[in-house]
């Protein structure tokens, strides 16, 4: 069995912590590791065999799939890096190409790598319940047992009780309902919630997609022909994958399949979605409140707060979802939040930098807080991990002094090198070549201080680049 990890979503009802170069799947939003993290961390408890994950992911977050793998000792045989956002068809379309590319047929596990689950031997018998299913040739779902008249999330309608793990065979996938059409599936005792979670074997989806999406496996073929590798990465054809249609696996196949099966899964299971989802999911004091951070309440009830850089103080609310990070502050109604994606619209026609990085931006050999700018001046604080270089550069436009906190710096400045150490400093002129390395053991730190007419990032020319960057 490979494990399939789709992680190319951007969570914009998460707003403002999950941004779109920093999507909700790699935050650590329920303890201490990330969503993505928690996924791969779940399928070590499995006894079916399962091998090292491929991994499907945008190519934006491509260092930070890396970097989280890295973090829990987690060795990909894949990372497969889409260029642009084609839903889950072809994601996993291109997984199972992969997975075959050897002459190999293995079952497929395609999980979401944003996803939450308390329950993890319940997680794990569902999986080796689906097992025989898969390997017999169906396409296996893993239904949730409601615990909600929820309008969230699609259902799948099955002809008898759901109340025993084994596969049963769908009758319908059915969308999104309204209150009163979700309480009815609730009580009738025939639908599960769709969890997006799927168990195949590769050569079935193949032929499955080649009957009924043969555009979408055409298009993905393609572009895994005309890959790139690149580093730990496969940089999937950019022209040929942007051919394929926008559907997800369940409009191209399942709902079209004779092969579709679904498993019951009561694992404490949530799709994080909304602000709602986490709160539920986090554990809660007297009062019904989840708080996370420097917080301090007087009469709140039922409110989750989320702090991340200052001291928020709630007093006299109830039913409240407040969120803080260095840029921005949330504060919405608990039964509004599904309607945050509103905000983050606003915030992309404004074209404002909140919906796109946080203040803190995480690159490959580290990562810079911007902390104070001006009209012609920025502050950075700059981390560099050891070992790791920024890449040979220069600027048209602007003039960078370095001041070294902590850590040892190697510069290249112009043609000349210069070693750097704590409380030490170095001035770069507009227009000089120049690079910065971490030759140490321990993290460098150093103050970035940029002055000039223009302080844009797009004022980079790269000359040298050992990340593959443009």
């Known amino acids: 069995m490979i494990p399939v990890i789709l992680s190319g979503g951007s969570g914009t009802r998460l707003w403002p912590l999950s941004r779109a170069l920093h999507p909700k ?48 000792d987690v060795n990909p045989q894949a ?31 395609v999980l979401a790598a944003d996803h939450a689950i308390k329950d993890i031997p319940a997680f794990e018998a569902s999986i080796r319940a689906g097992q025989p299913a898969a390997e017999a040739g169906k396409l296996v779902t893993f239904g949730i047992v409601p615990t909600a008249a929820e309008t969230g999330y699609g259902y799948i309608r099955v ?22 059409t979700a309480q009815e599936y609730v009580s009738g005792g025939r639908h599960l919630w769709n969890s997006g979670m799927f168990m195949f074997k590769a050569s079935v989806i193949l032929a499955e997609l080649e009957q009924h999406c043969p555009a979408v496996l055409a298009a993905a073929r393609a572009a895994f022909d005309a890959a790139k590798t690149d580093l730990d990465f496969i940089r999937l054809d950019n022209a040929q994958f942007s051919a394929s249609p926008d559907d997800s696996i369940d409009y191209a196949v399942m709902e079209k399949t004779d092969k579709a099966m679904v498993v019951p899964m009561d ?62 502050v949330m504060v919405a109604p608990m039964d509004r939040v599904q309607d945050v994606k509103k905000l983050v619209d606003q915030l992309k026609a404004k074209k404002r930098s909140e919906v796109t990085a946080h203040r803190e931006v995480f690159r490959p050999w580290g990562s810079y807080d911007s902390i104070d700018n001006g009209g012609r001046y920025q502050v950075k604080r700059i981390t560099v991990k050891p070992g790791q ?20 710096a190697t510069v290249l400045l112009g043609d000349k090198e210069i070693l750097l150490t704590e409380n030490q400093s170095t001035y770069i002129p507009v227009g000089v070549v120049h690079a910065l390395e971490n030759p140490g053991k321990i993290p460098l730190e150093l103050i970035e201080v940029q002055s000039g007419a223009y302080l844009g990032e797009d004022d980079i020319v790269r000359f040298e680049d050992r990340y593959g960057r443009a």
């Open 79 to 109: 990372i497969l890096l889409e260029p642009v956002g084609r839903n889950t068809a072809p994601a996993i379309a291109a997984a199972a190409i992969a997975a075959t590319a050897k002459g190999d047929d293995p079952i497929l596990l």
């Open 159 to 180: 002809g008898e009780p759901t109340t025993t793990m084994r596969p049963i065979a769908v009758e319908a996938f059915v969308e999104k309902p309204n209150s009163e």
């Open 25 to 72: 799947q790699f935050i650590k939003l329920l303890d201490d590791v990330s969503l993505f993290q928690g996924t791969l961390e779940r399928l070590r408890g499995l006894s079916t065999g399962a091998l090292a994950p491929i991994i499907v992911s945008n190519e934006a977050h491509r260092f930070i799939v890396a970097e989280q793998c890295r973090a829990i």
């Open 389 to 408: 270089k920024l890449s040979v550069q220069m600027h048209h436009h602007r003039a960078e002094h370095w001041i070294v906190v902590s850590g040892t």
């Open 267 to 328: 694992a404490g299971w949530s799709d994080v979605g909304a602000w709602g989802s986490v709160w539920a999911t986090l554990d809660r004091d007297e009062s019904n409140n989840a708080l996370k951070g420097d917080v301090i309440t007087a009469n709140v009830t039922n409110s989750y707060i989320h702090a991340e850089h200052r001291l928020v103080a709630g007093l006299g609310l109830d039913n409240m979802v407040i969120v803080e990070t260095s840029d921005a």
